[in-house]
């Protein structure tokens, strides 16, 4: 009796593990490597880094994706809830940008790792997180198995905090610079559009 206890909850966990469609197999395997991917590059950017706030902002990116990255893992495995549910990244930077362009030196590729700085570095951080954010959104969408879907859905907000972070970090320091259109342009862009009647546009 307990002989065929134990196998039917093996079957059951088989069936579970089994509920997920080929399609979205690929696409859970691209979104592991990617999360892998960035891990294994913040350890090599953070022997690079010189700016202590640049650093910080790495450590807990890196610390708040691994602890995702097993959310995910555990439920692309089992096809059950996680152990640990998804979190939510919350960043240190405030929101102000600054608008404007200032004229620099242009840009070229390095020459060298001794050419790596603060800029670049934080600009393939921000690469990389824009590049899972959009992953993450097109694989949720390409699931069958809801107990994963919703986990990497959850995540793709995360990842737009953490490139919104990055690039904030970057616009501070005139490495990510806003141009803005002339006042008269944003002014007709920005009236181009009105309102339909109806209940959806009303307020209290």
């Known amino acids: 009796m307990q002989n065929q206890k134990q196998q039917g909850t093996q079957q059951g966990q088989t069936m579970m593990n089994m509920n997920h469609g080929?399609?979205?197999l690929f696409d859970a395997h691209e979104v592991i490597a990617g999360m892998i991917s960035l891990l294994d590059q913040y350890q090599m950017y953070d022997q690079h880094i010189q700016d202590p706030e640049l650093k910080d902002i790495l450590t807990r990116q890196s610390n708040f994706v691994q602890q995702t990255y097993n959310t995910i893992v555990h439920s692309f495995s089992t096809g059950q809830d996680p152990q640990?549910?998804?979190q939510q990244y919350k960043m240190n930077q405030n929101n102000d940008a600054v608008y404007?362009?200032?004229?620099?030196?242009p840009k070229k590729p390095n020459?060298?790792?001794q050419d790596l700085s603060d800029q670049g570095l934080s600009a393939y951080m921000l690469s990389q997180t824009k590049s899972l954010a959009s992953l993450m959104a097109m694989t949720a969408l390409e699931m069958t198995?809801?107990?994963l879907r919703r986990v990497i859905a959850d995540s793709v907000p995360n990842f737009i905090e953490m490139s919104y972070e990055t690039f904030l970090y970057q616009n501070k320091h005139g490495y990510y610079q806003v141009p803005?259109?002339?006042?008269?342009?944003?002014?007709?862009m920005l009236k181009s559009y009105?309102?339909?009647?109806g209940q959806g546009n009303q307020t209290h």
């Open 111 to 113: 020459q060298s790792v």
């Open 194 to 197: 009105t309102q339909t009647p």
């Open 145 to 147: 198995n809801p107990v």
């Open 84 to 86: 640990v549910p998804t």
């Open 180 to 188: 803005q259109l002339n006042q008269q342009d944003m002014t007709a």
């Open 22 to 24: 080929g399609h979205e």
């Open 100 to 105: 404007g362009v200032k004229p620099g030196q």
